[in-house]
């Protein structure tokens, strides 16, 4: 197989060296139950477990997602961990829905009703000044190591309302960098409400949800939102910056 080559307008080509970014099956497993497998790098995964299992509603708390063992394999990686509190229930009915699923549409029925199902109102805040915005704009990139070194990697970053970046997680899936750093915030301890997310991804309804229920009040993406995603976050009262760019943001819905 030969290398990567870089082809000009004229058709010339040279050949290049290109660092890709890395993506592999990650099955993640609670209580002996597989519950997943998602496409994702396999970086920070102990973060990625607990963040999932939170943004899923599995875990409400650090407390109930422990022992998170991780192992390679052939085809990528697994993940175990073993959960307590209320979410046990959800994860064996979740698991039972999905060995009986079939052309019959139960998997189209579920992702719907977790759609329009309400959730938890964001708590009161003042909001996040634009200043504090543009600040961690400029140093999301120097917390990107992977995305600088491929191109190709999405990241999501925790600020502080002054805009100082405190902590930082990539992946090759926006959800999946999205659920690293809420694990890494709740291993930790940080009150997410004493700062702000920012992600450099689309805002789909997804990350809106997973900003609320990691108990963010603001939330910024570099991209647009969509339209789910403005209803969500208007009705969970989550503030919601869009198109943050170096030169301007976009104030879409506000708590």
Known sequence: ?????????????????????????????????????????PA????????FALTEG?????????????????KGWIVRASLAGLGVEQLTERVRA????????????????????????????EPVVPDAIFRAL????????????????????????????????????????????????ARSGQDVAQGFILSSARCSYEIVEKAVRARATTLATISLPTTLAVERAQAAGLTLYSLARDDSVLSIASG
């Open 98 to 125: 999905r060995v009986a699923e079939s052309s019959c549409g139960l998997c189209g029925i579920d992702n719907l009703d977790a759609v329009s199902r309400p959730l938890p109102p964001v708590a009161q805040h």
């Open 58 to 74: 599995l875990a409400q708390q650090v407390g109930d997602c422990t022992g998170i063992a991780l192992a390679e394999v052939e």
């Open 44 to 51: 920070d995964l102990e973060d990625f477990a607990l963040g």
């Open 1 to 41: 197989m030969t290398g990567p080559v870089e082809i000009d307008r004229q058709g010339q080509r040279r050949p290049i060296t290109r660092r890709w970014v890395p993506e592999a099956p990650v099955a993640l497993e609670y209580n002996g139950l597989s519950y997943a497998v998602m496409m994702a790098t």
């Open 138 to 185: 400029s140093q999301l990139r120097d917390h990107q190591p992977l995305g600088c070194a491929t191109g190709a990697a999405h990241g999501a970053a925790f600020a502080t309302t002054d805009g100082d970046i405190l902590y930082a997680r990539e992946d090759v899936g926006r959800h999946n960098a999205l659920d690293k750093l809420i694990g890494a915030l």
